[in-house]
């Protein structure tokens, strides 16, 4: 069932229960006299108002956008939440001049309430009624995100406190002939179906005051703070490389829309940037179904040439590679500390020139007091394999990592070029690893997969 369907099913059981209230207690309310059950019963009367413009409402918002409203129809129900806020304001004031009319007439009959049983029974189903309706408009808007139905829970909420007022009232005036006229209890007992329908009022205009608060400021376009606060963390968990510059986030019923501006590297691929934003729109979309999100890449506020991105410019013009890089902030100046990366089988007597000049330019561009260098082995070279691969090395690799206890591959790719070859070992990325915990747990799949097959090939095991 969609969630229009059942906006629309409890729109009509709204309809129909309050038609059904409102006749009831009218016809009990003239026959008593009893104030608060015509109050209760204009309450009603505006309930079915208010219920039948939650019914057409609700019919408005299930259309689709169009040109004219490209959001959408759902700020229809706000509108109607402020309507029905409206409503039940005016029912406030007739209660009130009602109220104060009876308590300053001289008339001892102004005061006066024919009691029945039927007084009861009408108000004990309210009661019952409105309950089992109010918890169903509630658990339905809350479902749906719906303000219309949402207003129609607070009514029917309103409703149970309120005819529980005026329970007491009517049990009031019945017990007033017990009570010695002249005694304070005869006093209160007399004015119980007034006082009563004073706390009526206080309900209403409590309830008017939330009411009107929250369609106000869902017409108003107020920020989704809750939303933009569980959106700010995902983006800071989950994709920190992009840290979020600015944000607005508002609700059109059901749907969150979401403009966030994010800072990325300036050297991106206009390619590499809608990856990254149709990445935003689907972390997003998992906490919220129904958003929409626009994303607007920022260029960062770094510099193009940070001073590692120089020193690993000025490392490739010298032809090597660059890695462990660190710079420390010494008393004495910056100090630079960098492992520099030469074939294995290189004499260091032809690399000696390079790596001074390597050194010398570095020290002047970043007017570093020290530069500090490791020279190790090409990592990136591939031994040579020189017997042929066997046929079934895949099973064998797939096998070899059901024996050590890894998580079964994804993807097993073998690359060759000549006699050197290279396997590779895709896992599931562990997502609840941190990046120690990560590179520590490759690296010991690595070495353990390598001892279980030392003739297949260099082998790379990496997360997906």
């Not at 590297?265 to 940037?273: K, N, Q, S, Y």
């Amino acid at each position: 069932m969609t969630a229009d369907t059942k906006k629309t099913i409890a729109a009509v059981s709204s309809v129909i229960w309050s038609g059904l209230l409102t006749i009831l207690k009218f016809i009990v309310g003239i026959i008593t006299g009893s104030l608060g059950i015509l109050s209760e019963a204009l309450h009603s009367a505006l309930d079915l108002l208010a219920a039948l413009g939650s019914l057409i409402a609700v019919k408005i918002a299930a259309r689709p956008a169009d040109e004219e409203h490209p959001y959408g129809h759902g700020k229809v129900e706000n509108l109607m939440a402020l309507v029905e806020t409206l409503l039940l304001l005016l029912t406030a004031g007739w209660v009130i001049k009602e109220a104060v009319e009876r308590l300053l007439s001289d008339n001892p009959d102004a005061l006066h309430v024919e009691t029945s049983i039927w007084a009861f029974v009408v108000v004990i189903v309210s009661l019952v009624v409105d309950i089992n309706r109010s918890a169903m408009l509630k658990r339905v808007a809350k479902e749906t995100k719906s303000a219309a139905l949402e207003a129609d829970a607070a009514h029917f909420a309103s409703d149970i406190w309120s005819s529980a007022a005026v329970l007491l009232g009517i049990t009031g005036a019945a017990c007033v002939g017990f009570t010695e006229s002249g005694s304070t209890l005869h006093w209160i007992l007399l004015r119980a179906d007034v006082l009563a329908s004073i706390g009526v009022v206080i309900l209403i205009l409590h309830i008017c005051w939330e009411l009107g608060q929250k369609a106000v400021n869902n017409l108003m376009d107020k920020c989704d703070a809750e939303a933009a606060q569980k959106i700010r963390e995902l983006m800071k968990t989950r994709m920190p490389a992009y840290p979020v510059t600015r944000m607005r986030v508002r609700e059109v019923g059901m749907k969150l829309y979401t403009e966030i501006e994010v800072a990325v590297p300036r050297e991106l691929h206009v390619d590499t940037a809608h990856e990254i934003a149709d990445a935003i729109e689907e972390l997003i979309a998992e906490a919220y179904p129904e958003a929409e999100t626009i994303v607007h890449m920022q260029p960062g506020s770094e510099p193009n040439d940070t001073p590692e991105l120089l020193i690993r410019r000025i490392a490739l013009t010298h032809r090597f590679g660059v890695h462990g890089l660190v710079l420390m902030q010494s008393e004495q100046g910056l100090i630079i500390f960098t492992d520099l990366e030469i074939p294995g089988d290189a004499k260091l007597e032809g690399w000696h020139v390079a790596i001074q000049a390597f050194r010398s330019e570095v020290q002047r561009k970043l007017n570093a007091k020290s530069v500090l260098v490791h020279v190790e082995p090409d990592v990136r070279e591939l031994p040579a394999y020189r017997t042929p691969a066997p046929a079934d090395w895949e099973n064998k690799v797939r096998h070899a990592m059901i024996s050590i206890g890894a998580p079964l591959p994804t993807a097993i790719n073998l690359y060759s070029r000549g006699d050197h070859r290279l396997c590779v070992v895709t896992i599931p990325t562990e997502f609840s690893l941190n990046v120690q915990e990560s590179h520590e747990r490759i690296s010991a799949i690595n070495k353990r997969l390598r001892a279980q097959l030392p003739d297949v090939a260099k082998i790379i095991v990496t997360y997906e």
